[in-house]
């Protein structure tokens, strides 16, 4: 695949070529790297490219191809990277910083083959650029609901560390957290996007984003590990909430947990059809509500969390 800039900005070129060019990386790395993983990573690469090309700064691709390859260093993940290079260099032929990216890229994956790369962490890498993936794929339909989710996924992070829990079950709520709301990309934009409050049978519509993202989360490779945060984190503590109306331990425990985070930073955020509240107010509203919608374990650890920020 190649190309000429002939007048045209890069990051144009780059947007309309962008599914030939995801293709084209697919096709030079083999039949061997055509995986979930590397349809994810040849999406998240042309992400950070176009990133890039806008404001000037490689430095952060370089950043994340370099320690994403540490992590995947093989003959096929080589192939991959190198790969991703190539076409990049052909697509933008003409536009000086994007080949001196390219040759970076290649001498990055050339110095790391050179030493003595851990790879036990590879499954672990693979879950994060799903993840990113999926989070780009919300943010381009839906921001609010992207950025709330980097919010929540921080605070349930916070959370879970103050509730004691081992390192993989952080891990995994905070995760978790980030595409609990996954399943809101299969939602009407209209409703997605109202400057109200949602009608009775618009709420009904929203509620099946909780089974559509399990469906999501349960048919993407390591993220399946995730299902009972997407399907639970609208359960109540009191067993009056959805879809299946589980209460107190019967609900996940990292379900309970997104549960809050999410309700409090959507509390505390702006939406155009409600007062914002100050993390104050959304603290006494946790308060008035544990033990009912909330576990209340899991609110002070919130509380203290919030305190402490």
Known sequence: MSGALSGQPAATILEERRNDVRDAILARAGDGENTIFAR????????????????????????????????HSSVHASALFTSAATVIRETLAGHEESQHAADEIAAIVKAVNGTDIDTQHSAVDETDVLLSSLIGELGAID?????????????????????????????KVTRGGLVYDIGKITAP????????????????????????????????????????IVRSHHERFDGLGYPDGLDRERIPLIARIVSVADAFNAMIAFRPYRTQMSPQQAIEELKR??????????VEAMIDVAHAH
């Open 189 to 228: 934009h209209e409703i997605l996007h109202a400057p109200r409050a949602l009608t009775d049978d618009e709420w009904t519509i929203i509620r099946d984003h909780v089974l559509a993202g399990e469906k999501i989360v349960a048919n993407t490779g390591t993220l399946r590990q995730l299902t009972p």
């Open 143 to 171: 921001p609010a609901t992207a950025e709330q989710s980097r919010a929540v996924s921080a605070w349930c992070g916070r959370i879970a560390s103050k509730l004691g829990l081992s390192k993989a079950e952080t891990a």
């Open 289 to 298: 509500c544990r033990g009912a919608q909330f576990d209340p374990n899991i």
């Open 40 to 71: 994810a990573f040849a999406e998240c690469f042309i992400d950070r490219v176009s990133d890039a090309l806008h404001d000037g700064e490689w430095t952060p691709l370089l950043s994340w191809v370099d320690t994403t390859y540490r992590r």
